[in-house]
């Protein structure tokens, strides 16, 4: 049997690139705390993502959640359940209570007819999800958020390189958090970035990420340690430099996935938003079992016995999880809770041969009945 497709494979320099990359480290010493490498991964981001300020941090989670605890917020957080645990556990551990709003069935983003609706003299923030790379709606979340006087967060971790209207995604909001984990689009092997408005909220995240400190003998927060170490920026940097072209070679996957599934009765593809340069990120696929005539779940395991490792992402629904057992009322989010049921993100990389997209499509389309 051929060697097993897992639905992503991380984005690497080769190693020739890499080892120039971190020579300087081995001649300094300085292998974290804010050194060269860090300060020009910064500087880099800053220019490709078109923004004056970025924090960088070891994760996207720390992102969300440094942030939230940087804008010192207290009582409701309005969010999504249709994400990956990190959104809604960046909530709760700053003792914030998410409520959780329906996402629109179309592009799996916050739903903003249903926003209002959950707004309390309790809530203090929206933060959204831009899912799959899918751009939430900034217009009405920002006329939203100005009546009400909340801050707006973004989980942007789908979004690296996409721009709405022009404009990178990590300019919207009063903050966008990034993910630069190793299945992301852009990776430093482990990483995260959060884009700011407010030059303050920068110097407060840079406290927060290094346990509060602020001169040798001042501790002016309660931080973690979130600093991104030298050898993570020293990879960031590589693979900025092909990241476009990883972009491209994305977009190739995408045109052959959308070229062997696109019309197919009973499957619902992602569709490219009016307004937004894509990224290519995943490629989720909804199956209505009864048009299609198989489940998301034959389908899964009928590729996992082809050697195809699929995902259902995301599956279950954060609002669910034993661990907030009894607390969240599933069915408030219905929307959500359908797609959860019926999506697969099938394997999706820059490496992806189109042959295997061809066997990827030839096992889906065998499970019609
Ligand atoms: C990857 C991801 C995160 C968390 O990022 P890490 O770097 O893995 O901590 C948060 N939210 C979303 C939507 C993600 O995809």
Not at 143 to 148: D, L, Q, T
Not at 263 to 268: C, E, I, P
Not at 325 to 348: C, E, Q, Y
Request: glycine content about 6%; hydrophobic content about 40%.
């Amino acid at each position: 049997m051929s060697e097993q497709i897992l639905v992503t494979r991380s984005s690497i320099p080769t190693l020739e690139e890499y080892i120039e990359e971190i020579r300087p480290i081995f001649a300094s010493h300085w292998l974290t705390n804010m050194g060269a490498k860090h300060k020009q991964l910064q500087a880099e981001l800053c220019t490709y993502l078109g923004v004056e300020n970025i924090e960088l941090l070891t994760n996207g989670h720390m992102a969300l959640e440094l942030t939230l605890q940087a804008m010192n917020l207290q009582g409701e957080v309005i969010t999504t359940p249709f994400t990956f645990a990190s959104t809604t556990h960046a909530i709760v551990r700053n003792g914030l209570t998410p409520v959780f709003c329906d996402i629109n069935p179309d592009d799996f983003t916050i739903d903003t007819a249903k926003l209002e609706a959950l707004i309390t003299d309790r809530t203090c923030a929206i933060l959204p999800v831009h899912v799959y790379g899918n751009v939430c709606s900034i217009e009405e979340i920002d006329r939203i958020a100005r009546k009400y006087g909340l801050k707006v967060i973004y989980d942007a971790c789908h979004t690296f390189g996409e721009t709405y209207r022009g404009k990178s995604t990590a300019c919207f909001g009063d903050a966008s958090c990034f993910s630069f984990h190793a299945t992301k689009v852009f990776n430093s092997i482990e990483g995260g970035a959060v884009c700011f408005r407010d030059k303050k909220l920068g110097s407060i995240l840079y406290e927060l990420k290094n346990f509060g400190i602020r001169g040798p003998e001042d501790v002016v927060s309660v931080g973690a340690n979130a600093k991104m170490n030298e050898f993570c920026a020293a990879m960031g940097l590589c693979n900025l430099r092909h990241v476009d072209s990883e972009i491209a070679r994305r977009k190739a996957v995408y045109e052959r996935y959308v070229e062997r599934l696109d019309g197919v009765d009973g499957l619902r593809l992602n569709r490219i938003q009016e307004h937004v340069k894509p990224n290519y990120a995943y490629f989720p696929v909804i199956f209505e079992e009864k048009v299609f005539g198989a489940s998301r779940e034959e389908v899964f395991d009928k590729l996992g016995a082809n050697g195809i490792i699929a995902r259902k992402y995301f599956y279950p629904l954060t609002n669910t999880f034993t661990a907030f057992h009894g607390k969240f009322d599933v069915s408030l989010t219905p929307n959500a809770l359908h797609i959860s049921k019926r999506v697969l993100t099938l394997p999706m990389y820059a490496d992806l041969g189109l042959d295997v997209v061809d066997r990827i499509c030839d096992v889906i389309l065998s499970c019609r009945g």
